[in-house]
């Protein structure tokens, strides 16, 4: 099992930005796609971003898509998250998670992932 991390989170008004990390306890991290999740309040923790071991592969949720860009250095252990042009309903707890099994789009759903950060918090204000 692999230990993850978030930081980075914060308040910040609408049409701003945040990085945001996540920090890996195994060097097996390498091995692996890495993926971004959401939950607003009352929601569903939903997929937002997801990467291939290797970053030659990436994938968006189409709501984030063209704001958020997904990046991981291996020699690190620690994956990124970059939101640029955050909107109120950004708002969430987000998370970092490791992929069971390769890359693809047709398995981006939270059961095809079994490694979970604690999360860190994004507010936007509008």
Same mark, same amino acid.
């Given at each position: 099992?692999?230990? @993850?991390?978030?930081?980075?989170?914060?308040?910040?008004?609408?049409?701003?930005? @945040?990085?945001?990390?996540?920090?890996?306890?195994?060097?097996?991290?390498?091995?692996?796609?890495?993926?971004?999740?959401?939950?607003?309040?009352?929601?569903?923790?939903?997929?937002?971003?997801?990467?291939?071991?290797?970053?030659?592969?990436?994938?968006?949720?189409?709501?984030?898509?063209?704001?958020?860009?997904?990046?991981?250095?291996?020699?690190?252990?620690?994956?990124?998250?970059?939101?640029?042009? @955050?909107?109120?309903?950004?708002?969430?707890?987000?998370?970092?998670?490791?992929?069971?099994?390769?890359?693809?789009?047709?398995?981006?759903?939270?059961?095809?992932?079994?490694?979970?950060?604690?999360?860190?918090?994004?507010?936007?204000?509008?």
């Amino acid at each position: 099992q692999v230990q @993850l991390v978030e930081s980075g989170g914060g308040l910040v008004q609408a049409g701003g930005s @945040l990085r945001l990390s996540c920090a890996a306890s195994r060097r097996t991290f390498s091995s692996y796609v890495m993926g971004w999740f959401r939950q607003a309040p009352g929601k569903e923790r939903e997929f937002v971003a997801a990467i291939s071991w290797n970053s030659a592969n990436r994938y968006y949720a189409d709501s984030v898509k063209g704001r958020f860009t997904i990046s991981r250095d291996n020699a690190k252990n620690t994956l990124y998250l970059q939101m640029n042009g @955050l909107k109120p309903e950004d708002t969430a707890v987000y998370y970092c998670a490791r992929k069971r099994g390769p890359f693809g789009i047709a398995t981006m759903s939270r059961p095809d992932f079994d490694s979970w950060g604690q999360g860190t918090q994004v507010t936007v204000s509008s």
